[in-house]
């Protein structure tokens, strides 16, 4: 079974840092672009990253730029990503998705997502 | 980037009836092998998306021939032919032939009348 289960939110200060991580199971990972997607309270879904199979291309939303870093670990199946001077307008749910691959289109998997809250 | 505006955002229908949600981008999707690259996505009050189109048309595997998916150029559809309580939620429109970033719409709330 394909899963993606995602860890690491929680409620930080305005200014604080948070990791995320993604463990990856069901499918190769190597093959696939990964995302991550955040939605904040009631609002409707924003994509904020994504990393190419080997790590070496990554794309960022232009509101996080030298803010969050996507990364993964191919040999431990998983995606990460690390939020640093967090704002009150990062509150969100952060879900982990596959992303495309050669085959196949974006955003076919979804995680069950972590919430995010940055609030003083 | 690509602005997705979809319409109409919050659609009552009612229980049998056919429902339809109009997904409109900034900029053509043809990609340059020809395909466009617009997804159609279910969010279920309390759960994740869940895919339900690919490439404007193609159902993901285990999605119900209820829903279907059309258009091309700057102009898609998604229709659901007859509703039923299990359709209740948000619907959101994807582009990702221009990206980064890929840009969803700001999503239609669906629910029974």
């Known amino acids: 079974e394909v899963q993606l289960v995602e860890s690491g939110g929680g409620l930080v200060q305005p200014g604080g840092s948070l990791g995320l991580s993604c463990a990856v199971s069901?499918?190769?990972?190597?093959?696939?672009?990964m995302s991550w997607v955040r939605q904040a309270p009631g609002k409707g879904l924003e994509w904020v990253a994504n990393?190419?199979?080997?790590?070496?291309?990554?794309y960022y939303v232009d509101s996080v730029k030298g803010r969050f870093t996507i990364s993964r670990d191919n040999a431990k199946k998983s995606l990460y990503l690390q939020m640093n001077s967090l704002r009150a307008e990062d509150t969100a749910v952060y879900y982990c998705?596959?992303?495309?691959?050669?085959?196949?289109?974006?955003?076919?998997?979804w995680g069950q997502g972590t919430m995010v809250t940055v609030s003083s | 980037d690509v602005v997705m505006t979809q319409s109409p955002l919050s659609l009552p229908v009612t229980l049998g009836q056919p429902a339809s949600i109009s997904c409109r981008s900034s900029?053509?999707?043809?990609?340059?092998?020809?395909?466009?690259?617009l997804n159609w996505f279910q969010q279920r009050p309390g759960q994740s998306p869940r895919r339900l189109i690919y490439?404007?048309?193609k159902r993901d595997s285990g999605v119900p021939d209820r829903f279907s998916g059309s258009g091309s150029g700057t102009e898609f559809t998604l229709k659901i032919s007859r509703v039923e309580a299990e359709d209740v939620g948000v619907y959101y429109c994807?582009?990702?032939?221009?990206?980064?970033?890929?840009?969803f719409g700001q999503g239609t709330k669906v629910e029974i009348k």
């Open positions: 069901g499918f190769t990972f190597s093959r696939y672009w």
């Open positions: 900029q053509s999707l043809v990609y340059s092998d020809g395909n466009s690259y």
């Open positions: 994807m582009q990702g032939t221009h990206w980064p970033p890929r840009t």
């Open positions: 998705t596959r992303d495309q691959d050669s085959n196949s289109d974006a955003f076919d998997v």
């Open positions: 990393i190419k199979e080997d790590g070496s291309d990554k």
């Open positions: 490439k404007v048309s």
